[in-house]
């Protein structure tokens, strides 16, 4: 007789309830997300032999059960959170921790769910150093707006230095020279020591035209705070600031790269132009071992690429994506897909990818949404590609 095991994960407390395949209620219960709670996890797992765990994705909270399950390989089924909801529903839901956890086993005994995948400790770390690397990201886009407009008040010409207002260079001298007012005391040369003062680096020919230029673009400067205000002191916290997490991301990327070569999919995915090895351990990190998909399908919907549609009748609709995988990988694609085409476009030979691209962009000129279609389309055919070289372990090779 099958039995079923469900676990409604919490912060610090989970409930459980053990249920036979004819309904009945064996037991249930409370035990804490601590060594001692586990234990008794792990009792009751012995007691009822064979059971099948099922437990939804929560996030943090989950993931130490993952890992101890995995320690003491122990098979469990760990199903998505809006998954489950939509199999459990009903037309009078109540809900509360005991009864989800009742719902959980019985959902796995009438419609099973597939057991999931152990994730080796490669991918589990690449995904850690990806997410950290996002979380860098996000904190130099806030970092940047705030510089940028901390440099309107001290020395807003400066931002015609160079194409796009980024960079470790740019960032360098606006944290060697905060304010306008500070290059108009200098003199040329004057300017030079004090930046190689500060900084420790030899001002090359590069960086005395540069500084040249914003010798200019301060005569231009209209400012709205003294040259001895605390938003100089800003500015070249926010500066500092951005230097170091630009450093931290090169850091992680090159962790991330020594962790993937020992991958046989990081040299695979290596061989696509357009595709470095920043955009590879990111994709790697995001979408994990490739295998474990079987159909490029699977991959779209993970990503949040598939299509869903709304017909009813004589109406009919084109369909939109979903929007519900993993936005981080979605993004990656979307980059990768741009960088293909580019390549291509220069090399003037082109992949398979391109050859789609750029015939169906003839034929969707006219329509509105010719763009965002070309792009998932786009992504979708370079999901087919990269998933067929990764499972049949093909390098590739341009026809």
Not at 4 to 29: H, M, P, Q, Y
Not at 255 to 267: C, D, G, T
Request: a positive charge; charged letters at 30%.
């Amino acid at each position: 007789m099958r039995v079923a095991l469900g676990i409604d994960v919490s912060k610090a407390k989970s409930n459980f309830a053990v249920v036979t395949e004819t309904g009945e209620l064996l037991e249930e219960g409370q035990f804490s997300n601590s060594h001692d709670g586990f234990e008794k996890l792990n009792d009751l797992i012995i007691h009822h032999q064979s059971c099948e765990i099922i437990f939804e994705a929560t996030g943090v909270y989950s993931r130490r059960m993952c890992f101890y399950f995995d320690r003491q390989n122990i098979k469990y089924v760990m199903i998505n959170p809006l998954k489950a909801k939509r199999l459990m529903d009903e037309l009078r839901p109540t809900k509360n921790d005991r009864i989800d956890a009742k719902k959980l086993a019985i959902l796995q005994l009438k419609k099973p769910q597939p057991y999931a995948v152990r994730v080796e400790r490669t991918y589990s770390e690449l995904q850690h150093m990806q997410r950290y690397y996002q979380q860098i990201v996000a904190d130099q886009i806030k970092m940047e707006n705030r510089l940028e407009s901390d440099i309107q008040e001290t020395f807003p010409e400066v931002e015609n230095l160079y194409t796009d207002s980024k960079g470790l260079n740019y960032w360098l001298l606006v944290n060697c020279f905060p304010h306008a007012e500070v290059l108009k005391k200098l003199t040329l040369k004057e300017a030079i020591q004090r930046f190689e003062n500060e900084t420790g680096l030899v001002a090359n020919k590069t960086r005395i035209r540069k500084i040249k230029q914003m010798m200019e673009l301060a005569n231009q400067s209209v400012i709205s705070v003294d040259d001895n205000s605390f938003v100089c002191e800003k500015v070249v916290y926010e500066s500092d600031e951005l230097m170091r997490l630009e450093r931290l991301k090169r850091e992680i990327i090159e962790q991330m790269v020594n962790l993937a070569a020992e991958l046989r999919e990081f040299e695979i995915l290596k061989s696509i132009p357009g595709f470095g090895e920043t955009t590879v351990v990111q994709l790697i990190g995001e979408l994990g071992d490739l295998r474990r998909f079987s159909t490029p399908a699977k991959v779209n919907a993970f990503v949040g690429i598939d299509l869903q549609f709304s017909d009813s009748g004589k109406k009919k609709t084109a369909g939109v994506i979903t929007k519900r995988g993993n936005s981080y990988a979605r993004s990656i694609l979307y980059r990768a897909l741009l960088n293909v085409i580019a390549v291509d476009q220069k090399n003037g030979k082109q992949t398979s990818v391109s050859r789609w691209y750029q015939r169906r962009k003839q034929l969707l000129i006219p329509a509105k949404k010719a763009p965002k279609a070309l792009a998932i389309g786009g992504m979708d055919r370079l999901v087919r590609m990269i998933h067929h070289m990764v499972l049949n372990n093909e390098i590739f090779e341009l026809k």
